[in-house]
Protein backbone atom coordinates (compact mmCIF):
# COMPACT_ATOMS: atom_id res chain seq x y z
CA UNK A 1 0.00 0.00 0.00
CA UNK A 2 1.21 3.31 -1.35
CA UNK A 3 2.18 5.95 1.86
CA UNK A 4 0.48 9.45 2.31
CA UNK A 5 2.25 12.62 1.51
CA UNK A 6 3.20 13.41 5.03
CA UNK A 7 2.79 17.59 5.52
CA UNK A 8 4.86 19.28 8.24
CA UNK A 9 1.67 21.59 10.00
CA UNK A 10 2.57 25.13 10.04
CA UNK A 11 6.55 23.54 9.69
CA UNK A 12 7.93 21.50 13.10
CA UNK A 13 5.86 23.51 15.55
CA UNK A 14 6.06 19.87 18.16
CA UNK A 15 10.04 21.79 18.41
CA UNK A 16 10.07 25.21 16.92
CA UNK A 17 7.33 28.56 17.05
CA UNK A 18 4.73 27.52 14.11
CA UNK A 19 5.53 29.84 10.84
CA UNK A 20 8.93 30.33 11.82
CA UNK A 21 11.61 29.90 8.91
CA UNK A 22 13.44 27.67 11.63
CA UNK A 23 10.08 25.82 12.31
CA UNK A 24 10.13 24.69 8.21
CA UNK A 25 13.25 24.08 7.85
CA UNK A 26 13.42 22.01 10.65
CA UNK A 27 10.23 19.70 9.30
CA UNK A 28 12.34 19.20 5.76
CA UNK A 29 15.28 18.22 7.83
CA UNK A 30 13.26 15.87 9.42
CA UNK A 31 12.02 13.88 5.83
CA UNK A 32 8.68 15.90 5.19
CA UNK A 33 6.97 15.83 1.86
CA UNK A 34 4.82 19.05 2.03
CA UNK A 35 4.90 22.01 4.48
CA UNK A 36 1.80 23.94 5.32
CA UNK A 37 1.52 27.61 5.89
CA UNK A 38 -1.54 29.55 6.78
CA UNK A 39 -1.98 32.88 5.24
CA UNK A 40 -3.91 35.91 6.30
CA UNK A 41 -3.54 39.34 4.83
CA UNK A 42 -1.50 42.71 5.79
CA UNK A 43 -2.68 46.12 5.37
CA UNK A 44 -1.02 46.40 2.35
CA UNK A 45 -1.90 43.32 0.65
CA UNK A 46 0.53 40.93 1.57
CA UNK A 47 -0.21 37.71 2.02
CA UNK A 48 1.45 36.87 6.14
CA UNK A 49 1.99 33.08 7.30
CA UNK A 50 0.03 33.18 10.89
CA UNK A 51 -2.03 30.75 11.95
CA UNK A 52 -4.59 33.62 12.84
CA UNK A 53 -4.95 37.11 11.71
CA UNK A 54 -5.24 37.78 15.78
CA UNK A 55 -1.44 38.18 16.55
CA UNK A 56 -1.19 38.77 20.28
CA UNK A 57 -1.19 34.44 20.73
CA UNK A 58 1.86 33.58 18.72
CA UNK A 59 4.14 36.70 18.22
CA UNK A 60 5.10 39.48 21.27
CA UNK A 61 2.81 42.46 19.69
CA UNK A 62 1.52 43.05 22.97
CA UNK A 63 5.02 44.07 24.32
CA UNK A 64 5.27 46.75 21.69
CA UNK A 65 3.81 50.40 23.44
CA UNK A 66 4.06 51.95 19.48
CA UNK A 67 1.45 49.07 19.10
CA UNK A 68 -0.60 49.51 21.95
CA UNK A 69 -3.57 51.89 20.33
CA UNK A 70 -4.19 49.29 17.94
CA UNK A 71 -5.97 46.27 20.11
CA UNK A 72 -9.55 45.87 19.37
CA UNK A 73 -12.33 43.92 19.16
CA UNK A 74 -13.62 42.31 15.45
CA UNK A 75 -16.42 39.89 14.70
CA UNK A 76 -14.72 36.93 12.71
CA UNK A 77 -16.77 34.18 11.40
CA UNK A 78 -19.25 34.89 13.74
CA UNK A 79 -17.23 35.15 17.36
CA UNK A 80 -16.22 38.22 18.31
CA UNK A 81 -12.09 38.27 18.99
CA UNK A 82 -9.88 40.85 21.29
CA UNK A 83 -6.56 41.05 20.32
CA UNK A 84 -4.21 42.81 17.40
CA UNK A 85 -5.13 42.10 13.88
CA UNK A 86 -2.73 41.53 10.94
CA UNK A 87 -4.52 43.73 8.55
CA UNK A 88 -4.28 46.42 10.68
CA UNK A 89 -0.78 46.57 10.45
CA UNK A 90 1.60 47.34 6.90
CA UNK A 91 4.20 44.29 6.40
CA UNK A 92 6.96 46.89 7.24
CA UNK A 93 4.91 46.87 10.92
CA UNK A 94 4.71 43.38 10.95
CA UNK A 95 8.46 42.25 10.35
CA UNK A 96 9.33 44.09 13.60
CA UNK A 97 7.59 41.34 15.58
CA UNK A 98 9.37 38.20 16.81
CA UNK A 99 7.38 35.07 16.88
CA UNK A 100 6.33 32.91 19.99
CA UNK A 101 4.68 29.43 21.24
CA UNK A 102 1.13 29.78 20.94
CA UNK A 103 0.85 26.99 23.27
CA UNK A 104 3.77 27.35 25.44
CA UNK A 105 2.28 25.08 28.33
CA UNK A 106 1.80 21.56 25.92
CA UNK A 107 5.36 22.96 24.57
CA UNK A 108 7.52 24.54 26.81
CA UNK A 109 10.27 23.17 24.51
CA UNK A 110 9.43 25.12 21.80
CA UNK A 111 8.60 27.84 23.99
CA UNK A 112 12.64 28.51 24.46
CA UNK A 113 12.43 29.62 20.77
CA UNK A 114 10.88 32.44 21.39
CA UNK A 115 11.48 35.67 20.10
CA UNK A 116 14.03 34.80 18.18
CA UNK A 117 12.43 35.17 14.43
CA UNK A 118 10.24 36.93 12.67
CA UNK A 119 7.18 36.66 10.77
CA UNK A 120 7.25 35.28 7.33
CA UNK A 121 5.49 36.22 4.02
CA UNK A 122 4.50 33.89 1.71
CA UNK A 123 7.23 34.96 -1.06
CA UNK A 124 9.69 34.08 1.77
CA UNK A 125 8.33 30.32 2.43
CA UNK A 126 8.33 30.15 -1.45
CA UNK A 127 11.59 30.90 -2.09
CA UNK A 128 12.79 28.69 0.56
CA UNK A 129 11.64 26.19 -1.35
CA UNK A 130 13.10 27.15 -4.13
CA UNK A 131 16.13 27.22 -2.11
CA UNK A 132 15.73 23.30 -1.16
CA UNK A 133 14.50 22.51 -4.88
CA UNK A 134 17.78 23.59 -6.66
CA UNK A 135 19.53 21.71 -3.94
CA UNK A 136 17.76 18.50 -5.17
CA UNK A 137 15.04 18.41 -2.37
CA UNK A 138 10.97 19.33 -4.07
CA UNK A 139 8.35 20.33 -0.84
CA UNK A 140 5.32 20.81 -1.89
CA UNK A 141 3.73 23.75 -0.25
CA UNK A 142 -0.12 22.93 1.20
CA UNK A 143 -1.20 26.57 1.29
CA UNK A 144 -4.59 27.28 3.80
CA UNK A 145 -6.92 30.53 3.13
CA UNK A 146 -7.53 31.75 6.35
CA UNK A 147 -11.12 33.76 6.79
CA UNK A 148 -11.56 34.58 3.12
CA UNK A 149 -15.06 35.62 3.47
CA UNK A 150 -14.16 38.11 6.25
CA UNK A 151 -11.08 39.48 3.99
CA UNK A 152 -13.58 40.00 1.44
CA UNK A 153 -15.64 42.05 3.71
CA UNK A 154 -11.92 44.45 4.54
CA UNK A 155 -11.70 45.23 0.98
CA UNK A 156 -9.00 42.45 0.36
CA UNK A 157 -9.42 39.55 -2.26
CA UNK A 158 -7.76 36.10 -1.49
CA UNK A 159 -8.21 34.50 -4.37
CA UNK A 160 -6.69 37.63 -6.63
CA UNK A 161 -3.67 37.89 -3.74
CA UNK A 162 -3.17 34.48 -4.13
CA UNK A 163 -3.15 33.90 -7.55
CA UNK A 164 -0.91 37.26 -8.45
CA UNK A 165 1.63 35.57 -5.65
CA UNK A 166 1.78 32.49 -7.47
CA UNK A 167 2.40 33.37 -10.71
CA UNK A 168 4.91 36.17 -9.23
CA UNK A 169 6.66 33.64 -7.71
CA UNK A 170 7.40 31.25 -10.43
CA UNK A 171 5.33 28.79 -8.62
CA UNK A 172 2.35 28.87 -11.24
CA UNK A 173 2.79 25.68 -12.62
CA UNK A 174 4.42 23.65 -10.33
CA UNK A 175 2.37 21.53 -7.48
CA UNK A 176 0.97 23.38 -5.27
CA UNK A 177 -1.78 22.46 -2.89
CA UNK A 178 -4.51 25.19 -2.13
CA UNK A 179 -7.33 24.28 0.89
CA UNK A 180 -9.52 26.21 3.44
CA UNK A 181 -12.68 25.61 5.56
CA UNK A 182 -14.67 28.06 3.21
CA UNK A 183 -15.78 26.35 0.25
CA UNK A 184 -16.50 29.87 -1.51
CA UNK A 185 -12.56 30.83 -1.85
CA UNK A 186 -12.11 27.36 -3.38
CA UNK A 187 -14.43 27.90 -6.05
CA UNK A 188 -13.04 31.08 -6.87
CA UNK A 189 -9.77 29.86 -7.55
CA UNK A 190 -11.03 27.52 -9.66
CA UNK A 191 -13.03 29.80 -11.80
CA UNK A 192 -9.94 32.08 -11.83
CA UNK A 193 -7.89 28.91 -13.48
CA UNK A 194 -5.32 28.73 -10.68
CA UNK A 195 -3.17 25.58 -10.87
CA UNK A 196 -3.58 24.22 -7.65
CA UNK A 197 -4.99 21.04 -6.15
CA UNK A 198 -8.18 22.29 -3.93
CA UNK A 199 -8.64 20.64 -0.42
CA UNK A 200 -11.84 21.53 1.18
CA UNK A 201 -10.91 21.38 4.84
CA UNK A 202 -14.04 19.94 7.05
CA UNK A 203 -14.45 20.29 10.77
CA UNK A 204 -16.16 17.41 12.98
CA UNK A 205 -18.96 19.52 13.61
CA UNK A 206 -20.08 23.07 12.88
CA UNK A 207 -21.12 25.33 9.97
CA UNK A 208 -18.08 26.74 7.39
CA UNK A 209 -18.09 30.50 7.83
CA UNK A 210 -18.90 31.61 4.71
CA UNK A 211 -22.50 29.65 4.91
CA UNK A 212 -23.42 31.07 8.31
CA UNK A 213 -26.03 33.14 6.91
CA UNK A 214 -27.13 31.36 4.24
CA UNK A 215 -30.31 28.88 6.19
CA UNK A 216 -30.11 26.37 3.07
CA UNK A 217 -26.47 25.90 3.58
CA UNK A 218 -24.88 22.19 4.59
CA UNK A 219 -22.71 21.33 7.84
CA UNK A 220 -19.66 20.10 8.04
CA UNK A 221 -21.19 16.91 8.76
CA UNK A 222 -23.47 16.89 5.81
CA UNK A 223 -20.71 18.05 3.54
CA UNK A 224 -19.48 14.45 4.36
CA UNK A 225 -22.34 12.42 3.33
CA UNK A 226 -22.75 10.99 -0.05
CA UNK A 227 -24.72 13.85 -1.59
CA UNK A 228 -22.04 16.25 -0.08
CA UNK A 229 -19.59 14.41 -1.41
CA UNK A 230 -21.22 14.46 -4.75
CA UNK A 231 -21.40 18.31 -4.91
CA UNK A 232 -17.61 18.58 -3.52
CA UNK A 233 -16.55 16.17 -6.81
CA UNK A 234 -17.72 18.87 -8.43
CA UNK A 235 -15.76 21.45 -7.01
CA UNK A 236 -12.39 20.57 -5.41
CA UNK A 237 -9.87 17.63 -5.90
CA UNK A 238 -10.10 16.78 -2.18
CA UNK A 239 -11.16 16.83 1.30
CA UNK A 240 -9.52 17.09 4.96
CA UNK A 241 -11.46 16.29 7.74
CA UNK A 242 -10.49 16.80 11.50
CA UNK A 243 -8.87 13.10 12.58
CA UNK A 244 -11.16 12.28 14.74
CA UNK A 245 -14.16 12.40 11.97
CA UNK A 246 -11.52 9.30 10.81
CA UNK A 247 -10.87 7.74 14.32
CA UNK A 248 -14.74 7.80 14.43
CA UNK A 249 -14.36 7.48 18.45
CA UNK A 250 -17.76 5.86 19.61
CA UNK A 251 -19.44 6.88 23.14
CA UNK A 252 -15.90 5.85 25.32
CA UNK A 253 -13.86 7.79 23.02
CA UNK A 254 -12.74 4.28 21.72
CA UNK A 255 -11.32 4.44 18.05
CA UNK A 256 -13.87 2.49 15.54
CA UNK A 257 -12.26 3.91 12.16
CA UNK A 258 -11.32 4.10 9.58
CA UNK A 259 -14.60 5.65 8.71
CA UNK A 260 -16.16 4.92 5.60
CA UNK A 261 -16.24 8.69 4.48
CA UNK A 262 -12.17 7.75 2.71
CA UNK A 263 -13.92 4.88 0.66
CA UNK A 264 -16.86 7.19 0.05
CA UNK A 265 -14.56 10.26 -0.89
CA UNK A 266 -12.09 8.05 -2.76
CA UNK A 267 -14.95 6.18 -4.77
CA UNK A 268 -15.89 9.66 -5.96
CA UNK A 269 -12.14 10.63 -6.98
CA UNK A 270 -11.33 13.11 -4.20
CA UNK A 271 -8.05 12.79 -2.01
CA UNK A 272 -8.65 12.56 1.87
CA UNK A 273 -6.19 14.40 4.21
CA UNK A 274 -6.59 14.85 7.69
CA UNK A 275 -5.39 16.94 10.22
CA UNK A 276 -3.86 16.77 12.50
CA UNK A 277 -1.54 13.99 14.47
CA UNK A 278 -0.03 15.21 17.29
CA UNK A 279 1.42 12.90 20.31
CA UNK A 280 0.60 15.06 23.00
CA UNK A 281 -2.22 13.29 25.31
CA UNK A 282 -3.98 16.85 25.44
CA UNK A 283 -4.50 16.15 21.67
CA UNK A 284 -5.24 11.98 21.99
CA UNK A 285 -8.26 10.42 22.34
CA UNK A 286 -9.01 9.40 25.86
CA UNK A 287 -8.66 5.98 25.84
CA UNK A 288 -4.79 6.73 24.05
CA UNK A 289 -3.96 9.53 27.14
CA UNK A 290 -1.13 8.10 29.73
CA UNK A 291 -0.01 11.36 32.11
CA UNK A 292 -0.40 14.86 32.34
CA UNK A 293 -1.80 16.92 28.89
CA UNK A 294 2.10 17.71 28.17
CA UNK A 295 3.07 14.09 28.17
CA UNK A 296 3.11 11.98 24.91
CA UNK A 297 0.49 9.58 25.24
CA UNK A 298 -0.05 6.33 22.95
CA UNK A 299 0.16 8.01 19.90
CA UNK A 300 1.47 5.36 17.95
CA UNK A 301 -1.62 2.86 18.10
CA UNK A 302 -3.78 6.23 17.34
CA UNK A 303 -2.02 7.02 14.81
CA UNK A 304 -1.85 3.26 13.17
CA UNK A 305 -5.71 3.71 13.30
CA UNK A 306 -4.81 6.45 10.69
CA UNK A 307 -2.50 4.63 8.78
CA UNK A 308 -5.12 1.81 7.92
CA UNK A 309 -6.95 4.47 6.05
CA UNK A 310 -5.41 4.74 3.35
CA UNK A 311 -5.05 8.10 3.52
CA UNK A 312 -3.42 10.72 0.78
CA UNK A 313 -2.26 13.39 3.40
CA UNK A 314 -1.39 13.80 6.89
CA UNK A 315 -0.47 17.01 8.53
CA UNK A 316 1.53 16.48 11.28
CA UNK A 317 2.88 18.55 14.22
CA UNK A 318 6.16 16.77 14.74
CA UNK A 319 7.72 16.02 11.66
CA UNK A 320 9.89 13.47 12.35
CA UNK A 321 7.27 11.03 14.43
CA UNK A 322 5.27 11.31 11.26
CA UNK A 323 7.99 10.32 9.35
CA UNK A 324 8.29 7.25 11.34
CA UNK A 325 4.22 6.41 11.60
CA UNK A 326 3.53 6.84 8.06
CA UNK A 327 6.73 7.18 6.08
CA UNK A 328 7.24 3.28 5.64
CA UNK A 329 5.91 2.71 2.14
CA UNK A 330 6.53 4.58 -1.12
CA UNK A 331 4.53 7.64 -1.72
CA UNK A 332 1.32 7.31 -3.62
CA UNK A 333 0.70 9.08 -7.17
CA UNK A 334 -2.37 10.92 -5.05
CA UNK A 335 -0.79 11.74 -2.41
Same mark, same amino acid.
Given at each position: M????????????????????????? *???MGVDAVEPD???????????RHENELSTSTDVADH $??? #?????????? =??DHVGWFAEDFT &?? !???????? !??? +? =??? $?GSASFDDREPPLRLRDLL *????????????????????HASYFAECGHDMAALLD #?????? =? &???????????????LRRLRERGTHAELVFLLEAGGIPADQLTDPTSRSYTEWMTPEGLDVLAA???????????????DA !??? *???? *? +??????????????? &???? $???????? $???????ADYGDWRSEWAVLARAGLDGVFVDHADLGVEVFGTEPIGEGG
Open positions: SRPLIIGHRGAPGYRPEHTRGSYEL *AIEIVVSNDGILVI $PEF #AQRRTTKRID =GL &WD !ELATLRCR !ERI +P =GIR $P *ALLDDHRARGREVIPVIEVK #AELAST =G &WKRRRVVIESFELTIHVDGISPDKTVILAP !EGR *ATGP *A +PVVARAHERGLAVFT &WTCR $PENAFLLP $PFRTGDL
